[in-house]
């Protein structure tokens, strides 16, 4: 069963840091891209950062050099280092493929980001 599970978020004060973890199923972990999704309340979900299977990456403007995605091939597990959080970066953040064909989409994980 394809399945991608979110976790990591909460609330933390501008600057600090946090680390979101994305349990993956094998069969979508072992054969696309990752990506790192976000949706803050009344946009539209972004793409911030993926990562390929063979563990090149990319990042959105507003997050490159603050955010890394890292992926651990024993665990099925992608992973996203935010630091230097800012209050723009609160939003619901979920993982799925970087592009068409979408596995099912998660709950996704809160990142607020306030003092």
């Known amino acids: 069963q394809v399945q991608l599970v979110e976790s990591g978020g909460g609330l933390v004060q501008p600057g600090g840091s946090l680390r979101l973890s994305c349990a993956a199923s094998r069969s979508i972990f072992s054969s696309y891209a990752l990506g790192w999704y976000r949706q803050a309340p009344g946009k539209q979900r972004e793409l911030v950062a993926a990562?390929?299977?063979?563990?090149?990456?990319s990042y959105a403007a507003s997050v490159k050099g603050r955010f890394t995605v890292s992926r651990d091939n024993a665990k099925n597990t992608v992973y996203l280092q935010m630091n230097s959080l800012k209050p723009e970066d609160t939003a619901v953040y979920y993982c799925n493929t970087d592009r068409s064909p979408f596995g099912p989409w998660g709950q996704g994980t809160q990142v607020t980001v306030s003092s």
């Open positions: 990562i390929t299977r063979g563990g090149s990456t």
